[in-house]
């Protein structure tokens, strides 16, 4: 309804519902959900749900089960996600550079990109100490609890970060910062700093440290760097985030100066 107001294009219905099914079936991961579920989620008719059903289902966009009762998304969903990836012209550049940043370090970098609330990941280097046996590209968490999502928050507060922090936050953790008051300091303490730390905030027994990359204004693309507490000095502390501002550095020399890929992002298209 917002888009509507701001181009005076009226939205079409169908086409929206369509993208809330995917993205709801997305949301699921492994999670399959039968028709009722996808029915009362999305607030619409059992009748028309099935029927979008069906034909995305034809399409290859949704997957049924055996049984044709429970529905997950389809291959479809991939091609297209691996074509924005693969067409990505940032991600070519981050991707050497954390791999390099991961075997320095052995420790699990992350490349994410801010998309309203979210931050999804584009990019994950694991660390060979805790591999773990799925992948996070595609993945999305809250903006205002990750580093990665708080390093681009904190740019955002002179304009404002309404568009990016839900009026109610749900925790993921005990640490997790849910007052607005709480969110605003450590934001602004972020940016005298120069980066993020998620202090066990998304996952209990992890630190993460976040670097906004400036190559576009205001950034709409991070690093990070996942740690567990149980090993991490002051010492190495500081190797960390040196490492990290070192890659930092040398992504944003190398980034491309047309910055087309990420606008509508920052836009909330």
């Known amino acids: 309804m917002e888009a509507e107001r701001e181009t005076g294009v009226r939205g079409v219905k169908s086409a929206a519902r369509t993208v809330e099914l995917l993205e709801l079936l997305a949301s699921r991961q492994n999670r399959p959900a039968r028709l009722r579920e996808l029915s009362d989620a999305l607030g619409a008719p059992r009748s028309s749900v099935y029927a979008l059903i069906r034909t995305l289902v034809e399409h290859g966009w949704v997957r049924a089960d055996a049984s044709g009762t429970q529905y997950s998304i389809g291959i479809r969903a991939l091609l297209a996600g691996t074509t924005y990836l693969d067409t990505d012209p940032y991600l070519r550049i981050v991707q050497p550079l954390i791999t390099d940043l991961s075997a320095e370090l052995d420790e699990t ?12 990941y584009l990019a994950t280097k694991e660390s060979s100490k805790y591999i773990r046996p799925f992948s996070r590209v595609g993945r999305r968490l809250p903006a ?40 605003i300091a450590d934001l602004e303490l972020t940016r005298e700093r120069g980066y993020a730390i998620d202090n066990e905030e998304n996952y209990a027994g992890v630190t993460c440290f976040g670097f906004a990359l400036r190559y576009s204004t205001p950034p709409t693309d991070a690093i990070s760097c996942s740690v567990p507490i149980s090993g ?19 992504i944003e020399r190398m980034a491309p100066v047309d910055l087309a890929a990420t606008a509508d992002l920052t836009a909330g298209h």
């Open 109 to 120: 970098i992350h490349y994410g990109r801010l998309d309203r609330g979210d931050i999804v």
């Open 144 to 183: 205002f609890s990750t580093s990665m999502g708080k390093s681009l928050l904190c740019e955002r507060l002179e304009t404002g970060i309404d568009e990016h922090v839900p009026e109610e936050v749900t925790p993921l953790t005990p640490n997790t910062l849910v007052e607005r008051a709480d969110l």
């Open 232 to 250: 991490l000095t002051e010492a190495r502390r500081a190797e960390i985030i040196d490492a990290m501002q070192r890659t930092r550095l040398a």
